[in-house]
């Protein structure tokens, strides 16, 4: 089995993103081959660990198997583990591309280093092939710490109090 990873680094979105999908183009797909792509942290411009998968939803189209948040400004790895691939173009090929290094929207750069490895991810080598693929991702919004959150909602009830205890004295009054 053979497996090939292309990294991307993230933009600068102070909240991270979520990924939505990932494109990758194959050529020649044979009807008894089998793969898996996944997402990989970064150790020093390899593959590190795998942090979660995505399934085939339609043509070149991957989705996500469960929400995958990722850093800003952080390289990450994109692993496809394969019993038929091939970058010769024996079966099937995942497509390559000539610019190993092209910037995109808010900061993103794909395409930075390219890796394969014959023992499943346990040892990578550096691949002279630079593999096409799209990596899409919404910019995530803050989410206030539930303390936060608390914290405001005692602010409301107390505003609340106050102003009953302020509509009940002015009752009083008249």
Known sequence: MQWFAGSFTTGANADGYALDHVDIAFTGVATDATFAISLWSDASDTPQ???GAFSHDTGIRFNPTDNLSVLPSTTYWLVLESNQISDLGSNYAWRTTEDSSFAVSGGWSVAGSFAQSTNQGATWAASP??????????????????????????????????????RARAKGVA
Not at 135 to 140: D, L, R, S
């Open 49 to 51: 660990a795998n942090l």
């Open 129 to 166: 092939t630079d593999y096409l693929y799209a990596v899409t991702a919404t910019p995530a919004s803050a989410v206030p710490e539930p303390s936060t959150t608390a914290v405001i909602l005692a602010g409301f009830a107390l505003v609340g109090v106050v102003c009953t205890r302020r």
